[in-house]
């Protein structure tokens, strides 16, 4: 059974930085693209970030994060990333990881339908 666990959401004041954790179980972490998605009340869930696995580390990310944000991962501990500064109320929202066992980003990243697995989520409010 393939689990995803994200950690590291919370309460943050505007300007603030946190940094998202995404740990794997259950599946060869270093061949998985991940991908972070996030839903704020309301909206959409939306395409944030990926970080591709297998060769390719290449990233992706949303217009509305890129340049204050960055994607990441360590294969050996299984988990992936999502730093994410200079954060604003609009970035409350609850904050998924996804894996793709193709294993690749691409400009694409932000359609739900390609990924295999998901977690269950963690909040993430910006506030002061």
């Known amino acids: 059974q393939v689990t995803l666990v994200e950690s590291g959401g919370g309460l943050v004041q505007p300007g603030g930085s946190l940094r998202l954790s995404c740990t794997v179980s259950?599946?060869?972490?270093?061949?998985?693209?991940i991908a972070w998605f996030r839903q704020a009340p309301g909206r959409e869930r939306e395409g944030v970030s990926c970080?591709?696995?297998?060769?390719?580390?290449?990233?992706y990310y949303a217009d509305s994060v890129s340049g204050r944000s960055q994607i990441s991962r360590d294969n050996a501990k299984n988990t992936a990333y999502l730093q994410l500064n200079n954060l604003e109320s609009e970035d409350t929202a609850v904050y998924f990881c996804?894996?793709?066992?193709?294993?690749?980003?691409?400009?694409?990243?932000?359609?739900?339908?390609?990924?295999?697995?998901w977690g269950q989520g963690i909040q993430v409010s910006v506030s002061s």
């Open positions: 996804a894996a793709d066992a193709v294993g690749y980003c691409s400009g694409s990243f932000h359609l739900e339908g390609l990924y295999d697995f």
């Open positions: 970080i591709g696995g297998r060769t390719s580390s290449r990233t």
């Open positions: 259950g599946f060869t972490f270093e061949s998985l693209a």
